[in-house]
Structures are given as C-alpha cells and as structure tokens.
C-alpha cells in the first residue's frame, strides 16, 4: 500500500537514456559484433522499461485512485490511457521525442497524484543523463 510515481518516472528516464545510447549508434556505418549485441541489449531495456511505466501507472491508477481522486481529476482516466500509447510508441519506436512524450505525461500523473496528497511538487532537472526535468515531492 506505498505508492509513488517515481519509479515510473525513473523508468520514462531509462528509456529516454536508451534512446539515446540507440541514437548514437545510429550514424556508425559498421557495427562490429560487440556492437550489435549492445544494441540489441539497449532495444531490450528500453522496452523493459517502457513496460514498467505502464505497469507502475496502471497500479496506481487501479489501486489508489479511487472516487474522491476521480473527482478532484476527472480527466485521470484520460491521461493514463495516454502513458500507456505512449509507452507503446516509446517500445515500438527509437524516438527521443516519443520519449520525452512519455516522460511528460508521467511527470503530469505525478503532479496529479501528490495534489490528491496536498504535497506541493517541484520540478528539478534530475542529475543524471539524461538530464531531464522531473516532478519530486517538496518534504
């Protein structure tokens, strides 16, 4: 009965900083055998992790929202079903702006859920690549 969004958003960050390291590789002509295999390991976490972004919102959403968070934001159902395209998009695509989509509405979901807590938010860049704004609690 702990819930916090955090641990999908440090898995919308994974799989921004997988893209990434996917990006780069990209422009190389050849990739050697050690690089195919990182490659495939890189597609493989980012959408491990993409899976856990849905799996961690959808618990929330099923286990803690509940007629009073409903009420207070009505439109919670709408922005779940969101995450979850775009955490389909962000395991089916190598692309940094679907990824960043996915970070964005998670970070919308958090603010959301800490306002049902009355915990005020801030938004700090997290201070690891892929360096990105994320929502944390203000404790």
């Not at 919308?12 to 893209?19: E, K, N, W």
């Not at 190598?94 to 979901?109: P, S």
């Amino acid at each position: 009965k702990i819930y916090d969004p955090f641990s999908a958003q440090i898995a919308a960050l994974s799989v921004i900083r997988f893209t990434d390291l996917l990006l780069e590789m990209e422009g190389k002509a050849d990739l050697s055998l050690a690089e195919h295999a990182q490659f495939s390991r890189l597609v493989r976490e980012k959408e491990i992790h993409a899976e856990k972004v849905k799996h961690e919102i959808r618990v929330i959403w099923g286990d803690y929202f509940k007629e009073p968070q409903i009420e207070k934001f009505p439109d919670i159902h709408k922005l779940v079903h969101k995450i979850m395209l775009a955490g389909s998009a962000s395991k089916q695509h190598v692309d940094r702006t679907k990824a960043l989509e996915l970070l964005t509405l998670v970070n919308r979901f958090a603010e959301r859920f800490w306002e049902t807590k009355d915990v005020k938010v801030k938004r700090t860049t997290c201070p690891y690549p892929p360096s990105e704004e994320v929502v944390y609690p203000e404790l």
